[in-house]
């Protein structure tokens, strides 16, 4: 294990799996405390057991990311269990793809429901312990990092055909971190 990351916690949303679980698996790597969540226990708690096994720290707060309240329970597993917030990674998702004409309002909504407000919330439910956490290095001298990753896809940035849903959520999310990145840069 390297020392890079040694003692951040870093949060990551649909960690079960795929991109998520090989992110979480790479900061745990190097030294990170890890917050790691999917739809069901299963997938969370096989990748909590694969980082113990390589010698790391990992917590699993298990749920829907579009789930309401859902925001506050990881965030406050992250502070609860490791009392910091580093890294936040807002990756969870999934695709439901239609041709417009056949595409339903439920698959409309849970793509921006999942890939949008969920993102949204979740930032929305950190930053009062980004800014306690910032502020209390700032006073202590320490240099302050902390990063956000928001998950975004080639379809938003240049949209495909059958996914007018998820594209949009896609490029809704590259709007937000614009703007949090102008809220929080500093
Ligand atoms: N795979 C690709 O080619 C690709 C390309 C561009 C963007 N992405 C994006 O990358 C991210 C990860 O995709 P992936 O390819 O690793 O997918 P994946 O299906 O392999 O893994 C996604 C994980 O998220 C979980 N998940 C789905 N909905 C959830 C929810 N509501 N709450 C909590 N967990 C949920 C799934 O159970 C799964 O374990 C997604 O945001 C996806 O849109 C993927």
């Avoid at 294990?1 to 998520?20: C, F, P, W, Y």
């Avoid at 209390?136 to 849903?165: C, I, L, M, P, T």
Wanted: one cysteine or more; aromatic letters at 4%.
């Amino acid at each position: 294990m390297s020392e890079k990351l040694r003692g951040k916690v870093a949060v990551v949303t649909g960690s079960g799996r795929g991109i998520g679980r090989a992110m979480a698996l790479k900061l745990a790597g190097e030294g990170a405390r890890l917050v790691l969540n999917d739809l069901d226990d299963e997938p969370a708690m096989a990748v909590r057991e694969e980082i113990i096994a390589l010698g790391g720290e990992a917590v699993a707060c298990c749920g829907s990311v579009a789930e309401a309240g859902f925001a506050d329970r990881l965030i406050g597993t992250a502070t609860g269990a490791f009392g910091g917030l580093d890294i936040l990674i807002n990756n969870a998702g999934y695709t439901w793809d239609n041709v417009i004409q056949k595409m339903s309002d439920a698959q409309w909504d849970a793509m921006i429901d999942v890939h949008l407000t969920a993102p949204f919330r979740i930032l929305r439910a950190a930053q009062p312990v980004v800014r306690a956490l910032s502020r209390a290095d700032a006073e202590a001298g320490r240099r302050v990092v902390r990063k956000v990753v928001n998950v975004s896809s080639v379809s938003g940035v240049f949209g495909n055909a059958g996914q007018v849903n998820y594209s949009a959520a896609k490029a809704g999310i590259v709007g937000l971190t614009m703007a949090l990145a102008k809220e929080w840069g500093a």
